[in-house]
C-alpha cells in the first residue's frame, strides 16, 4: 500500500502532465506585452494565494523589470480599506486609487476563484470585475473549473483537480511552481537569479 508521501508526490506528478502549457504560454505573452506597453501588474490573492501574490511581486521585479504591486503587502493600508470600505471592495478600492488602466494586467491567484452564491473571495471577483470595467487584462492561475476568475479572466491557468481532497494544497504549491516558470521564461526573464550567476 502505497504512503501518502507518494501518493501525494505521484498526484504532483498526474498534474504535471495534465496541466494546458498553452495557458502558460498565452499568461507570458500577456505579461511581456504589459511591460512593452509600460503597464503595471497588480498581484491579488487572499489566503494562501496572498503570499503567493507577494512573492509574484518581487520576481517580476527583480528578475522580469515589470512594475508590479501586491496590496496585501501594505497591511495599514488593508485594514484602513477593510474598515471603510469593506473586506469585499477592498482590492477595488485599492486599484481605483492605484488608476488601474487598459496597460496594465490584474494576476490573481486563487483556489476557487471566487463564487458570489458561496460567499467566497468576494473581494477577488469585485477587482476582476473593475479590471474589466478598466480596460485592463486579467491572467488568473486557479485549483478549481467554474469560479469567477476562470470564467472572466482574459487568461487562466487551471491547476487540474487530480484529488477531490486535497484541491487546495495542490492549486497553492502548483501557483508557486507557475510563477516560478512565468519569470524563467526567455520572453519575460531579463535578469539572472543569485544562484545563477554564481561560477
Excluded at 64 to 72: F, L, Q
Excluded at 129 to 147: E, L, P, Q, S
Amino acid at each position: 500500500m502505497a504512503t501518502f508521501s507518494e501518493e501525494y508526490l505521484k498526484e504532483t506528478s498526474k498534474i504535471t502532465e495534465l496541466i494546458n502549457y498553452l495557458d502558460i504560454e498565452e499568461a507570458v505573452k500577456i505579461l511581456a506585452r504589459t511591460r512593452e506597453n509600460g503597464g503595471r501588474v497588480f498581484a491579488l490573492g487572499v489566503g494562501g494565494s496572498s503570499s503567493t501574490a507577494s512573492h509574484s511581486v518581487n520576481d517580476l521585479r527583480k528578475i522580469c523589470n515589470i512594475e508590479s504591486y501586491c496590496p496585501n503587502d501594505n497591511v495599514a493600508e488593508l485594514t484602513a480599506l477593510t474598515n471603510d470600505v469593506g473586506w469585499e471592495f477592498i482590492f477595488e478600492q485599492w486599484l481605483g486609487e492605484s488608476k488601474l488602466n487598459k496597460n496594465d494586467c490584474l494576476l490573481v491567484f486563487s483556489v476557487g476563484g471566487g463564487d458570489y452564491e458561496k460567499n467566497i473571495s468576494t473581494n477577488l471577483i469585485n477587482a476582476v470585475n473593475y479590471a474589466i470595467f478598466c480596460g485592463a487584462t486579467t491572467i488568473g492561475i486557479v485549483g478549481r473549473d467554474g469560479g469567477h476568475v476562470r470564467r472572466f479572466a482574459d487568461c487562466t491557468v487551471l491547476i487540474p483537480t487530480v484529488s477531490d481532497s486535497r484541491v487546495t494544497p495542490h492549486a497553492e504549491g502548483f501557483a508557486g511552481i507557475i510563477l516560478h516558470l512565468l519569470v524563467s521564461h526567455p520572453l519575460l526573464q531579463i535578469n539572472k537569479t543569485t544562484w545563477e550567476s554564481k561560477k
